[in-house]
Structures are given as C-alpha cells and as structure tokens.
C-alpha cells in the first residue's frame, strides 16, 4: 500500500494521518500478507509483524478468538474473510491475545482494496480496541443482576406470609396423617389404613418441597441466562405463587391465554420477578380498597410488530396522578415497608431483555401494566 501520497491544504501524507490515528489500520496483499501497520495496530497486537512474511499472514495477532471464546485460525479472521469473499466484513467482534497473554477486544472492519479497474489487490482492517467498553458493559450486567437479586429477595419478604400459610396445609396434614397411623396402631386396629395414611403423608411432603424448592429457585442467585421462554408456562407458574394470597384477600384471578405465541429469549428467573411484582402490586393496591368483586386479569398475546406481551390488570384504586411521571422512578412507592425498587428494577430487567414496560396511567379504574419482549 502507498501511503506516500501529499493530501492538499496542510502539506501532510496519507503516512501521516494513518501513523496518527487512534485506531489500528493494517494492509495485506492478495495473498494475506501484510504490507503496512500504523503504531496503533502495533500496540494492540502487542507486537510488530514482518512485513510480507508467510508467518503473518492476515493479522499480526499472537492469537485470536471469538467473543464467545472460541479459538480462531489467522485465515478465518474478518481481514482474511473480506479477502476471499470480496466483501466487507464491518463491526465483528474479535478478541486478541497478546505474547504476554494479555487479551483485548477489538471491533474489526475489513473491506477489500480495489484498483481502478475494480480488481482486487488487497484488503484494509480497521481496528478499534473496546476492551474498556466491554468491562463496563459486564459491570452493568453484573450490577443489574445484583439489583435483580435483591429485588426478589425484597419481594420473597414481602410473599413470607403467603409461603408460610402456603407451607402450613400440607405440614398440618403430615402432622394429622401421623396422629391418625400412631392412634391405629395403639389401639389395634386395622393397619391396612395404615399404608393409605403413610401415601397420603408422602404426597403431602412432597407437595411441602415443591413449595420450597419453588421459592428457593426464585431467590437464588445465579447469571442471567437467557433461553426460549415459554410465556404461558410462566404466567401459569407465576399464578400457582400467588393463588393462595389472592383467595384469601378474595380476589378472583382470570388467565387469559394466546395460543401459538413464539417464545422470547430471555432469563425465565428474572421475567418470573417482574411477573411477580406486578401480580404484587395490583393484590397490594386492590387490598387498599377491600371489596368482594376484585378481580386480577393476566392476559398473554402477539403485539403487531411480532412482540410476545403480558399484561396484568387489576380493579384497585389505580395510579394516583402525583405518581404518574415517577412511577418507574427507583424509591418511589406507596407501602409502608416497601423499598421503592421493584418497578424500577423490572423495567431495567425488560429493557436488558431488548424489551419493553409500560403502564396505562389513564385508566378510570384499576391498573395496567404490560411488558413486551422481542421474538427472534
């Protein structure tokens, strides 16, 4: 490459500007070998190739990975791809290693060279290290998650009664079950019952498990992993945690249901926690005007634009006018223990899943919440 050439006005070369810039520039022939690096491709390689060497061909790096780790050849690189295929490779992710070991992430753009005939005689690659980029993009994750996790630990607090009542029928029947098997066996009678008893307390012991193991999944703390979600499996199992506090507080629960939905990736745990916190809040509210014709509707559907949607809509009091434009807002809430983090919480949840939160403050009665998640 002849980088010789004087630009008009300022009496620089091509030479110049491309020794200057903050981003790594290399060149290669046709047949991969590089014939031009700038100082700053040098420094994000960690060293300086030769020059139409066969032992460098493509790419100065000591190694090279992709963002998910997998180790990659020189002759498959982004540079090496836009010289075979003829075509730009723009805005690809690569990893490199340094001799020291030392790694860096760069963002690649490789385009073939062409002559004025429109033949091609090589190929140029732009590297721009987002090695800061990417750590603080994983500390922001990892803060969200942090967030998440103490949110549903907040709202497993705020749920204890609803467990422990959940909890007590099937211990009470254990306890009864036992009672019964000892009495019969006092008193002689016939031990044949004796079996049915001792089946009926396994079932009720299992069913005990199942309650926590449920609640224990819900608060662990894990990395988010993202998955086909089943929406109508998790509204189902979102409804099971709450069913025996909505019968209780005298609120009829109605699911209404789409068939065929696509299923967003997303993490399963943390949509179950939004799910949860808007169940929560509108049993919350609809307690703060007791009545016997509460009722709490989840609905599931396919927006216009392909999204799967959710919405939870109740028959409290609704969303006061002086909590409307803060209603997201981090500790803004209206209990008198609460933290303030859940809608908070839940919408960065939505929003990291490329999705959407949002509520119709407008309603004359009652409250709505809807999330929306993007389908692949």
Same mark, same amino acid.
């Given at each position: 490459m002849d980088v010789s050439k004087v630009i008009p006005g300022n009496g620089l !070369?091509?030479?110049?500007?491309?020794?200057?810039?903050?981003?790594?520039? $290399?060149?290669?022939?046709?047949?991969?070998? *590089?014939?031009?690096?700038?100082?700053? /491709?040098?420094?994000?390689?960690g060293r300086a190739p030769k020059l139409?060497?066969? #032992?460098?061909?493509?790419?100065? !790096?000591?190694?090279? $990975?992709l963002p998910d780790g997998k180790a990659i050849l020189h002759q498959e690189c982004w540079m090496a791809l836009a010289l075979r295929d003829a075509s730009p490779y723009h805005g690809r992710e690569i990893i490199i290693e340094r001799p020291d070991g030392n790694r860096v992430t760069a963002l690649a753009h490789a385009s073939p060279l062409r002559n004025h005939q429109g033949e091609v005689v090589g190929a140029i690659n732009a590297l721009m290290d987002i090695t800061d980029h990417k750590v603080a993009q994983q500390a922001?994750? #990892?803060?969200?998650?942090?967030?998440?996790?103490i949110g549903r630990l907040s709202l497993a607090g705020e749920m204890a009664t609803g467990v422990a009542h959940e909890l007590n029928q099937p211990l009470t029947a254990i306890i009864n079950y036992s009672e019964a098997?000892?009495?019969?066996?006092?008193?002689?009678?016939?031990?044949? $019952?004796? *079996?049915?008893?001792?089946?009926?307390?396994?079932?009720?012991?299992?069913? /005990?498990? #199942? *309650?926590?193991?449920?609640?224990?999944?819900?608060?662990?703390?894990?990395?988010?992993?993202?998955?086909?979600?089943?929406?109508? /499996?998790?509204?189902?199992? !979102?409804?099971?945690?709450?069913?025996? #506090?909505?019968?209780r507080a005298r609120v009829t629960l109605r699911v209404e249901t789409a068939d065929g939905l696509q299923m967003p990736e997303a993490d399963p745990v943390q949509l179950q926690q939004v799910l949860l916190n808007l169940l929560r809040n509108s049993l919350d509210a609809m307690g703060e005007c007791p009545s016997d014709s509460h009722e709490l509707l989840v609905q599931t559907s396919m927006a216009d634009n392909g999204a799967v949607q959710v919405s939870v809509t109740d028959t409290g009091p609704g969303v006061s006018e002086h909590l409307r434009d803060r209603l997201f807002h981090p500790f803004i809430?209206?209990?008198?223990?609460?933290?303030?983090?859940?809608? !908070? *919480?839940?919408?960065?949840?939505?929003?990291?899943?490329?999705?959407?939160?949002s509520a119709d403050t407008q309603r004359r009665h009652g409250a709505s919440f809807r999330f929306a998640l993007p389908c692949p």
């Open positions: !070369s091509v030479d110049d500007l491309l020794e200057n810039l903050p981003v790594g520039i $290399y060149t290669c022939d046709t047949e991969g070998l *590089i014939t031009y690096f700038n100082p700053r /491709a040098r420094d994000l390689w139409r060497d066969p #032992e460098d061909r493509f790419c100065g !790096s000591f190694k090279l $990975y922001q994750t #990892e803060m969200r998650a942090t967030l998440a996790h098997c000892i009495n019969l066996l006092r008193s002689g009678g016939d031990t044949r $019952y004796v *079996i049915d008893l001792l089946t009926h307390m396994v079932d009720q012991g299992r069913w /005990a498990g #199942e *309650i926590i193991q449920r609640l224990r999944g819900f608060t662990r703390k894990a990395p988010v992993q993202r998955q086909p979600v089943d929406i109508n /499996a998790l509204v189902r199992d !979102s409804i099971d945690f709450i069913a025996g #506090e909505a019968q809430t209206t209990k008198p223990q609460g933290m303030g983090l859940g809608l !908070s *919480i839940s919408k960065s949840i939505i929003n990291a899943q490329g999705g959407e939160l």
